[in-house]
């Protein structure tokens, strides 16, 4: 069985900066990519940003140049860095790893509202 706790969400100013978390715990051996998606109400799921086992990264390109995305192979967590938090970032973030054999698991979501 494999999990993917998330935490840090919560509510923020705008221009704010907030930091998810998310790590795989159970018997999973490699994870290969691992990311964050979210889903603002109404709106379909998107990806935000995704990084590789080799450290590659992608981002959406709403928010190129304010999300970080990183990881640690050792703890199978991967962190999301957010700063100029705006309005339009508010969503449901839910982590995302992919593991060999096309294996695919979901973190459960966390809540992100950024609003003065």
């Known amino acids: 069985q494999v999990q993917l706790v998330e935490s840090g969400g919560g509510l923020v100013q705008p221009g704010g900066s907030r930091r998810l978390s998310c790590a795989a715990v159970?018997?999973?051996?490699?994870?290969?990519?691992m990311g964050w998606y979210r889903q603002a109400p109404g709106k379909q799921r998107e990806l935000v940003a995704s990084i590789t086992n080799g450290g590659g990264t992608s981002y959406a390109d709403s928010v190129k140049g304010r999300f970080t995305i990183s990881r640690d192979n050792a703890e199978k967590r991967v962190r999301l860095q957010m700063n100029s938090l705006k309005p339009e970032d508010t969503a449901v973030y839910y982590c995302?790893?992919?593991?060999?054999?096309?294996?695919?698991?979901w973190g459960q979501g966390t809540q992100v509202t950024v609003s003065s």
């Open positions: 995302n790893a992919q593991a060999p054999g096309l294996r695919v698991y």
């Open positions: 159970g018997n999973i051996f490699s994870i290969d990519t």
